[in-house]
């Protein structure tokens, strides 16, 4: 079974800078569309930034600008930088990824998977 596993969430002031990694463990064949999540207290979770295998990106309005998503398909890893932090980025951010598994020494049907959750919390 595919696991993602988030790491670099924390506490930071305003204006400070955190840089979020996700990294696809287990037997996978390919990975397609990636993207971070973000949900905070009371809020519906919201898709933050999403890109595609050929390198197609998209970010909800409030963040572009600051944030920037990247991946390294070879590591099966997603990023995400984050800059000029403000009290309302603060939530848990999720990585989310569409993948293709191996099992059996077989390609089997692709799904989409979650990770476990960052906190981020952006105060003075």
């Known amino acids: 079974q595919v696991q993602l596993v988030e790491s670099g969430g924390g506490l930071v002031q305003p204006g400070g800078s955190l840089r979020l990694s996700c990294v696809a463990s287990?037997?996978?064949?390919?990975?397609?569309?990636m993207g971070w999540y973000r949900q905070a207290p009371g809020k519906q979770r919201e898709l933050v930034a999403l890109?595609?295998?050929?390198?197609?990106?998209s970010y909800v309005d409030s963040v572009k600008g600051r944030f920037t998503i990247s991946r390294d398909n070879a590591k099966g890893t997603v990023f995400l930088q984050m800059n000029s932090l403000k009290p309302e980025d603060t939530a848990v951010y999720f990585c989310?990824?569409?993948?293709?598994?191996?099992?059996?020494?077989?390609?089997?049907?692709?799904?989409?998977?979650w990770g476990q959750g960052t906190q981020v919390t952006v105060s003075s």
């Open positions: 287990g037997s996978i064949f390919s990975m397609d569309d």
């Open positions: 890109i595609t295998t050929d390198d197609r990106i």
């Open positions: 989310n990824a569409v993948v293709t598994p191996v099992s059996g020494g077989r390609i089997r049907a692709k799904y989409n998977t």
